[in-house]
């Protein structure tokens, strides 16, 4: 029976200090049905209480084993004899996740957020090898290690609690084949470390500069992939690839005390672990958004949903009806209007000087402005002045001169770069601007140019516009 009121709790306190708490107030409450309470008094300390004794008596247990192994977890300071509540150490009020806030926001993460998610992940390694010395994984709650079982069950509540809510349609037996088939590939990487399973930046504290690690409960014998996938690939923590990249290398460099990596291998494995969790994690929140109506979980979905967008780039051809299926689902226009909304534009733009410089219609204040006047000007040429930078006549004399290449060449360089942080970091607008005399020959060659290259190499949406010509043109993004 779940505890209802938190009396048990201030009876804990005044057995483990000697005196009553002066206030009791309720934090936020968290994905899990556990109630959590900050008792201020001769001594702070975090109340619990728990709905299932067994999953208490889990962290209970593996608290005090792992900080026996050095590792930074709350001491559990008193228990109570139903093992229903508990009273712990108060680490502070700072999470990684909002400790990293700015970052998350802006996909541009500082030197001192990226400093705090290398020391939280080069600790990962010791929780899962120096903390699975001597653990007693029967402890583990609900199940002591990852096998094919629990794997299903995390597939089937993708399927019925995700899936079948988003109303489409599919064939169970061919998915359950597939299944069967990732959970084949997932039970080739068993190991005896423990998995945290819920590793992720809500579960880490931060305190004194350092990460402490709570909520790990559910954690059991299991690979340790799936704990690198869950940190890295959590929903809203919203990291660009290469700073994904750049902290697997930190895990493998940390991992490397306890086993040789092969580093090929360890990314073509990780790859199905991490379509698993996200799997798992979309499951999770169905059942939390969809059913439990917790907002937290509602809005975690976009996040979740352009993760497994990202990752069918490199289709699965382990898993050909399942990865269809989610080509599928990720396109359902609940998930592709908010794709749209958050998708790159790139606007492209020619123009005179002497008519000014474009105006930019996003409200970011413009982009890049490029001059071409130091290009070789066709204009000065009177067999040249019908024609614009679209006419093969302008294009020969000016690719012929050569100058117009190399100005190009440096620009594509330059706008590049912008464009692939962009949309790494989920910006939607982009403006490029290219400016000449008169805005009809050297300009327009160049803004043409610039619309088609950005449009072929980043697959992102291109609004050209010569502006002293009044013509307008659309890239649009190909499926």
């Known amino acids: 029976m779940p505890i209802m009121d938190n009396k048990v709790l201030e009876d804990l306190y005044m057995r483990h200090v000697g005196a009553t708490p002066k206030s009791v ?3 936020p409450s968290s994905g899990s049905n556990r109630r959590y309470f900050r008792l201020l008094g001769d001594k702070d300390l975090i109340g619990v209480l728990g709905t299932c004794a067994e999953e208490n008596e889990a962290f209970v247990y593996m608290s005090d084993h792992f900080r026996g192994h050095g590792l930074r977890t709350p001491k559990v300071v008193s228990v109570s004899d139903d093992r229903m509540a508990y009273l712990q150490e108060d680490l502070g009020d700072t999470l990684l996740f909002n400790a990293i806030e700015k970052g998350r926001l802006t996909r541009s993460f500082s030197s001192e957020e990226k400093e705090l998610l290398v020391r939280t992940i080069r600790a990962l390694p010791d929780i899962q090898f120096a903390g699975a010395v001597g653990l007693d994984f029967n402890y583990c709650y ?5 096998d094919v079982r629990t794997i299903m069950w995390d597939l089937n509540y ?21 299944f069967q088939a990732l959970a084949d590939v997932l039970m080739r990487s068993q190991s005896g470390t423990f998995m945290y399973r819920d590793f992720q930046s809500r579960n880490v504290m931060i305190k004194d500069g350092e990460p402490w690690f709570i909520d790990f409960q559910g954690g059991r014998k299991g690979p340790f992939y799936y704990d690198v996938a869950s940190f890295l690939w959590q929903a809203k923590a919203n990291y660009p690839e290469s700073l994904r990249r750049e902290l697997i290398g930190e895990y493998i460099d940390s991992l ?15 790859r199905h672990f991490v379509l698993f969790r996200t799997l798992q994690v979309l499951g999770a929140y169905g059942f939390r958004g969809y059913f439990e109506k917790k907002p937290h979980f509602m809005q975690s979905v976009p996040f979740a949903i352009a993760n497994l967008r990202a990752l069918l780039d490199r289709p699965y051809a382990e898993y050909p009806y399942l990865n269809s299926l ?3 689902l990720v396109n359902l226009k609940q998930f592709s209007d908010d794709l749209q909304k958050k998708s790159l534009t790139v606007r492209v733009m020619s123009f005179a000087y002497k008519k000014g410089i474009p105006n930019d219609p996003s409200g970011n204040g413009g982009g890049f402005v490029f001059d071409c006047r130091a290009v070789n000007n066709p204009g000065k040429y009177e ?8 006419d093969s006549q302008v294009i020969k004399f000016l690719e012929d001169d050569g100058e117009v ?9 330059l706008v590049d770069a912008s464009v692939a942080r962009y949309k790494e970091r989920g910006f939607t607008n982009l403006m490029v601007s290219f400016g000449c005399t008169g805005g009809q020959h050297r300009s327009v060659y160049c803004a043409q140019h610039m619309a088609e290259h950005i449009h072929k190499k980043f697959n992102v949406k291109v609004e050209l516009v010569h502006r002293e010509q009044n013509i307008e043109q659309s890239f649009t993004v190909k499926d």
Do not use: H, W
Not at 383 to 390: H, W
């Open 25 to 27: 107030v309720e934090l």
């Open 326 to 328: 989610l080509d599928r």
């Open 158 to 178: 993708f399927k019925y609690c995700f899936l079948k809510a988003t109303g489409l349609e599919f064939q169970e037996d061919r998915l359950e084949d597939d």
């Open 256 to 270: 490397r005390k306890y086993q040789y990596i092969d580093e090929q291998y360890f990314m073509e494995q990780l």
């Open 405 to 413: 290449v190399s100005f190009l060449d440096n620009c594509y360089a």
């Open 383 to 390: 067999r040249y002045k019908p024609f614009t930078g679209l």
């Open 142 to 146: 609900p199940s002591s290690q990852f």
